[in-house]
């Protein structure tokens, strides 16, 4: 089973960026969607982004649609989301999530009946105004 490693999250400025990644072990790792998730505090979780197996189609939530991308990298095993124009109201814990299923990733923040078949543990982000 695939196990998932968060990283690059920190403190930045509005207006500034970072770029998260979601490292994988595993060698199956081209078989899993991956989507990445953030949850602030009081809120609950919320779907960001996904990418297919391939790395060839991405979805995005309005929130975060022109601002951030989704990219990823079989052969290093690793998902990207490069996050640019950061907001205060960006400030989460951010997680990423597999499931052999793309759309699992885009409903399981809103279809409690379903979950990813492996989460990450989360970095945090803070935009500072």
């Known amino acids: 089973q695939v196990q998932l490693v968060e990283s690059g999250g920190g403190l930045v400025q509005a207006g500034g960026s970072l770029r998260l990644s979601c490292a994988a072990s595993?060698?199956?790792?081209?078989?899993?969607?991956v989507g990445w998730f953030r949850q602030a505090p009081g809120k609950e979780r919320e779907f960001l982004a996904a990418?297919?197996?391939?790395?060839?189609?991405?979805y995005y939530a309005d929130s975060v649609q022109g601002r951030f991308t989704i990219s990823r990298d079989n052969a290093k095993n690793t998902v990207y989301l490069q996050m640019n124009s950061l907001k205060p109201e960006d400030t989460a814990v951010y997680y990423c999530?597999?499931?052999?299923?793309?759309?699992?990733?885009?409903?399981?923040?809103?279809?409690?009946?379903?979950?990813?078949?492996?989460w990450g543990q989360g970095t945090q982000v803070t935009v500072s105004s």
């Open positions: 595993g060698r199956t790792f081209s078989n899993y969607a």
């Open positions: 999530g597999a499931d052999p299923t793309f759309h699992t990733l885009v409903v399981v923040t809103t279809d409690k009946r379903k979950d990813l078949e492996v």
């Open positions: 990418i297919n197996r391939g790395g060839g189609s991405q």
